[in-house]
């Protein structure tokens, strides 16, 4: 079992950037990494508690929520699923071939909503997921 310090460095960066501290063959390692996430990692998360009420009451209250995360596009999707959470947004960017970091994750969000800073009311990133899916929260002006 990986010590937490360094279980703590794959939080976040990608994963590429992780491995590359630890292993020889980064590619091998990522193919690895992202067969074992695909068939189990993905399901082996849960919601922080009232994380379910709170995107209840925030869609109530009109808020548009999106998600921007460094995580494969399509593997947010399967937890969101999971988690039965998926409904609660309008919006869900990841990491694809043409978005291959955080920068271009949120202004792919940003544009494909129509999203400016003048219209832009409320920012709010959550920790939603313990493997750290980040959720922005926007609100568009009416």
Do not use: W
């Amino acid at each position: 079992m990986p010590r937490p310090k360094m279980t703590r460095t794959f939080i976040g960066p990608p994963l590429e950037d992780s491995f590359r501290q630890y292993v020889d063959d980064v590619d091998k390692a990522v193919t690895v990494y992202r067969d074992y996430y695909k068939n189990i990692g993905v399901f082996d998360v849960k919601l922080y508690p009232c994380i379910e009420q709170l995107l209840k009451e925030l869609v109530a209250n009109h808020f548009n929520l999106y998600i921007t995360s460094s995580k494969n596009e399509p593997m947010i999707h399967v937890m969101l699923k999971h988690l039965n959470i998926d409904r609660f947004f309008t919006g869900i960017y990841g990491h694809t071939c043409d978005r291959n970091n955080k920068i271009k994750v949120i202004e792919a969000c940003l544009l494909s909503e129509n999203i400016n800073q003048k219209m832009l009311l409320l920012l709010v990133i959550l920790n939603l997921i313990l493997l750290e899916v980040k959720i922005i929260i926007l609100k568009h002006s009416t």
